[in-house]
């Protein structure tokens, strides 16, 4: 085994070892508009608030419905039978959720180094798998423009894989690495 550090394409099955890996990992981690799950309704919405968090983008989208806020000035936004349908929720807090998209599935692997014994930096290429169709709306893409990015892809990342006796793992987070701008 040569630990020496160079990049080289791995074997048929440890290109699907680190694939199998990589996609279990992203299965858990879908991709959504926010940091955050939020709480519907949300109510008395300000402007900012409302650019924020792009709801006139998911009200457009057929996803919410506003109504004029209990202050001067707001609104409040409340989920449509879409948008009740769409929401990701938060299982341990009612009436909390996040709006997602889609998850990362890799497409291919391209290169592999062992750091040691027991690691691997992979390099790989992934897509957005089965994004959810209102995120092809344009009001969604002009608000969230990390969706656009998204489906755009493949897209190019880096992870370190660590060989456990259950088999290859995830690492820390895999980092997501821009395209190279050619001329």
């Not at 990589?22 to 949300?42: A, E, H, K, M, S």
């Not at 929401?87 to 998850?103: A, E, K, T």
């Not at 291919?108 to 994004?131: C, E, G, K, M």
């Amino acid at each position: 085994m040569n630990l020496a550090g160079c990049r080289t394409a791995p074997r048929p099955a440890e290109r699907a070892d680190y694939s199998h890996s990589l996609n279990t990992y992203y299965q858990g981690r879908p991709l959504c508009l926010w940091d955050q799950p939020i709480t519907f309704p949300v109510a008395n919405a300000t402007p900012d608030r409302v650019d924020d968090l792009g709801l006139d983008a998911l009200e457009d989208a057929g996803l919410l419905i506003s109504h004029r806020g209990a202050r001067r000035g707001t609104r409040t936004y409340s989920l449509t039978p879409e948008g009740k349908s769409a929401l990701d929720p938060d299982v341990l807090h009612p009436g909390v959720g996040n709006f997602c998209y889609g998850r990362r599935q890799v497409v291919s692997i391209d290169n592999a180094r062992r750091n040691s014994s027991t690691t691997a930096l992979v390099d790989f290429h992934y897509a957005v798998s089965q994004p959810a169709a209102w995120a092809s709306e344009f009001s969604i893409q002009s608000a969230f423009p990390e969706v656009v990015s998204e489906l755009a892809g493949p897209h190019t990342g880096q992870a370190t894989l660590l060989d456990t006796t259950g088999g290859w793992e995830v690492s820390g987070t895999p980092a997501v690495l821009a395209p190279r701008r050619l001329g």
